[in-house]
């Protein structure tokens, strides 16, 4: 067995023992029923952790994490993730983090074959196809390449607008709300897109809305 690997165990015992240490209640208290107020749907890059970056606590923040934070409706990971936290939950934030210099971005962009990713990393692709005007003015390339993440973002939160469990419960309770940000790993900070939810939840209803059924109007005015 490795040393790294054994470490990680030592590393826990010491965890357990500082948390005890601190709060004697600690671990029975953390065994109870889980309240969030936060779902992140963030990147599964090493650098980029959910609780670390937001200096949240155990059973603060609801996680989900996957190559460049997509959120795909086709991808029963995610929308169960985001179904689950929002039905049953009841978080009052949706948070879509990326950060820049992802490697699943830049290799969305780049011209090769990648197997099994290939399917994934079109939905970055995607994203490129849509604001490509904008991007192809961008000369240097590592800012474009910050710029495609933001926007990468920006489509993965209109992806969770589109979500009928999102816009149902926004009706009834006017909460999840959903926000876009991007980690700088150059810096530490926390960049909030400051997407407009409202706004965007307006504009893609003409197409999206599924929210007209009248078991979802009836609700809301109970």
């Not at 948390?19 to 650098?47: M, W």
């Not at 009706?171 to 530490?188: A, C, N, S």
Request: glycine share 4%.
């Amino acid at each position: 067995m490795s040393q790294s690997y054994e470490v990680i165990f030592e590393n826990n015992k010491k965890w357990v023992e500082s948390k005890v240490a601190e709060d004697p209640n600690f671990f029975k208290e953390l065994a109870k029923t889980q309240h969030p107020e936060f779902l992140y749907i963030g990147c599964s890059d090493s650098r980029a952790t959910a609780e670390e970056l937001m200096g949240a606590k155990p059973g603060e923040v609801f996680v989900h994490r996957n190559i460049a934070n997509v959120v795909n409706t086709l991808d029963m990971s995610s929308t169960a993730v985001i179904q689950y936290a929002v039905e049953h939950l009841k978080v009052k934030h949706i948070i879509v983090c990326g950060h820049y210099n992802c490697g699943g971005v830049k290799a969305a962009m780049t011209p090769q074959d990648l197997g099994l990713l290939n399917p994934w990393l079109r939905n970055i692709r995607d994203v490129y196809r849509l604001h490509q005007v904008e991007l192809d003015s961008i000369e240097d390339e590592s800012k474009r390449y910050d710029r495609l993440v933001e926007l990468n973002v920006q489509e993965q939160c209109i992806n969770v607008i589109k979500m009928a469990c999102v816009q149902e419960r926004y009706i009834l309770e006017e909460q999840p709300i959903v926000h876009g940000w991007v980690f700088d790993l150059r810096t530490g900070k926390i960049i909030d897109l400051k997407i407009d939810f409202e706004k965007t939840l307006k504009d893609i209803q003409k197409i999206y809305n599924l929210t007209s059924s009248d078991w979802v109007m009836s609700r809301k005015t109970k």
